[in-house]
């Protein structure tokens, strides 16, 4: 209850304070007057500016009406009815009692005034004006507010002296009225804010209880605003440090992006330059394949004479398997030993000659096949056509030892001579002939009932064209014969029909061939007991 009703004081007091303007705090002046038809008393309020000039306007209206006997009163905020009586300080002056009734709930300064008694009883018709001064006393005794000094003469009774001088008076500026009305507005000036000081008190202790709990809540308010305040000095420091950042962060982006324009710029560059050399390649290519087709006697490389080779060996095997019949049943034994016997195989052959089987005479025959063509096409310093191929092989090695790639070269040249040749197809077509028929003859002996001169014919040219690339590249490739004996090795060697992993060479059925810079590799086929 108690809090309710501080509350409900607290906003009275709020209103009160509204409906005061600036207007309420200028000095209210009371002015009487008398005539000879009806006493008048009014209440005005000045400006402060004009309330300092209002003793020559009291001169400039004495002079002009010597019958209005004006006077001012200071009122309180809040006075109560104010009691006025005049007392004459001149025989010639008139009395003049005044009872100023204000209401106490309407505001101090716009109560309305009432008139007691106005009387005149010395003349009442026409007013003579009095060299002497009149003195209107006028006894305000309001209610003791709080906080305010009953005792106290400055807030309760306020002594005017009016003047009423003739007309003439106004002339002397060393007279005694307009002395008298200086000293009268001072002193309603210096009373006037004495009061106001005293209202000013007393308002504020009537609100003492009330400032309290509003001294408590303003407090409260006021840390709750530092509060906010604090929060939203750091919310703009982190702001401030985010809009760093953010600075910071969009220089490095700047830079960066300079930096991969930049690369970029570099980039196509390259891939022009790039571009640029990849065409020059290609021009350089197509030149030296132009070059190389002219000193080549082939268009053959590394990678087609591996394929030729396969396909030799794979050819021989057919030849063999094909003549053999199944199970072997054109094979004759005694012919294929006899061969075998010849050859000088069969003294340092693992297998003794009654323990021979069809698959030993078989391997046995595709050895020959191999070796005969060795022998007369691939065994050769430049071809089996050339008729100097003793003394092409003396000036060959010369010329290796002093100029390698001349030698090379020259090497080259000689064969794609041999291959451009026109008696080149005669003599190639007649070495052919040598030898087929001398494997024909021996095959058709060992495999009765076979006849395959024409599968022996095409292997030998098969064999012919393949040694003539093989001389004509830049590094010529030979055949390597593999040492009887030698222990089986897998990663160089391939295995035949029934051989021995961990055994030795026994028998070389096709042998290896090799370059010089060991660029080039065909694994030899051996069979090992």
Not at 51 to 61: E, G
Not at 93 to 115: M, R
Not at 195 to 209: L, R, V
Not at 491 to 512: H, Q, R, W, Y
């Amino acid at each position: 209850m108690h809090s309710r009703a501080l509350a409900r004081g607290r906003e009275k007091l709020r209103r009160d304070r509204q409906k005061l303007t600036f207007y309420d705090y200028w000095p209210p002046v009371i002015i009487a007057t008398k005539t000879d038809s009806a006493p008048g008393l009014f209440l005005i309020r000045i400006h402060p500016i004009l309330f300092s000039l209002f003793p020559p306007l009291l001169l400039l209206l004495f002079s002009l009406s010597p019958s209005l006997a004006p006077f001012f009163i200071r009122s309180q905020v809040h006075p109560p009815s104010l009691p006025m009586t005049t007392t004459s300080s001149s025989p010639t002056s008139p009395v003049l009692n005044t009872d100023l009734s204000l209401n106490a709930e309407n505001s101090a300064f716009y109560g309305e005034p009432s008139f007691s008694s106005f009387e005149d009883p010395k003349k009442k018709d026409t007013p003579q004006p009095s060299p002497a001064l009149d003195t209107i006393m006028v006894d305000t005794k309001p209610s003791s507010p709080v906080g305010a000094n009953p005792q106290d003469p400055a807030a309760s009774t306020v002594a005017i002296d009016v003047p009423i001088t003739p007309v003439s008076a106004t002339a002397d500026p060393t007279s005694p009225v307009r002395a008298t009305a200086q000293s009268t507005v001072l002193s309603i000036s210096t009373t006037y804010t004495e009061e106001e000081d005293e209202d000013m008190e007393m308002i504020e202790d009537e609100e003492t209880p009330v400032n309290a709990a509003a001294q408590s809540n303003s407090n409260a308010a006021a840390d709750e605003g530092n509060a906010h305040r604090n929060t939203i000095e750091e919310l703009q420091a982190s702001l401030d440090e985010s809009l760093q950042e953010k600075q910071s962060m969009d220089y490095e982006l700047s830079r960066t992006r300079g930096a991969y324009h930049d690369l970029r710029n570099q980039f196509m560059d390259l891939q022009e330059k790039l571009a640029k050399k990849d065409r020059d390649y290609e021009i350089m290519s197509k030149n030296y394949l132009e070059h190389v087709r002219i000193i080549k006697a082939t268009d053959d490389d590394h990678y087609t004479i591996r394929d030729r080779l396969i396909q030799l060996k794979a050819s021989i095997e057919h030849l063999i398997r094909k003549a053999q019949g199944g199970r072997s049943v054109n094979l004759n034994k005694e012919a294929a030993v006899e061969h075998l016997k010849s050859s000088g195989l069969m003294d340092d052959f693992p297998v003794p000659e009654d323990k021979l089987e069809s698959y030993h005479l078989n391997l046995y025959m595709e050895s020959v096949v191999m070796s005969t063509l060795v022998s007369h096409f691939f065994d050769k310093p430049l071809s089996c056509i050339f008729d100097y191929n003793k003394g092409f092989k003396e000036i060959y090695d010369w010329m290796q030892v002093r100029n390698g790639k001349l030698a090379v070269r020259w090497r080259q040249q000689l064969c794609k001579m041999l291959a451009d040749d026109p008696a080149t197809k005669p003599r190639q077509e007649e070495e052919v002939l040598t030898a087929s028929s001398a494997l024909s003859e021996l095959v058709s002996k060992v495999y009765a009932n076979t006849n395959e001169l024409n599968k022996i014919r095409d292997i030998c040219n098969k064999a012919f064209e393949l040694a003539i690339a093989m001389n004509g590249i830049e590094s010529a490739i030979k055949p390597v014969t593999v040492p009887l004996g030698a222990a089986f090795d897998e990663e160089n060697m391939g295995t035949s029909l029934k051989s021995n992993p961990d055994g030795k060479v026994a028998l070389v059925i096709f042998p290896a061939f090799k370059d010089k810079e060991s660029a080039f590799n065909v694994m030899p086929k051996v069979w090992c007991y």
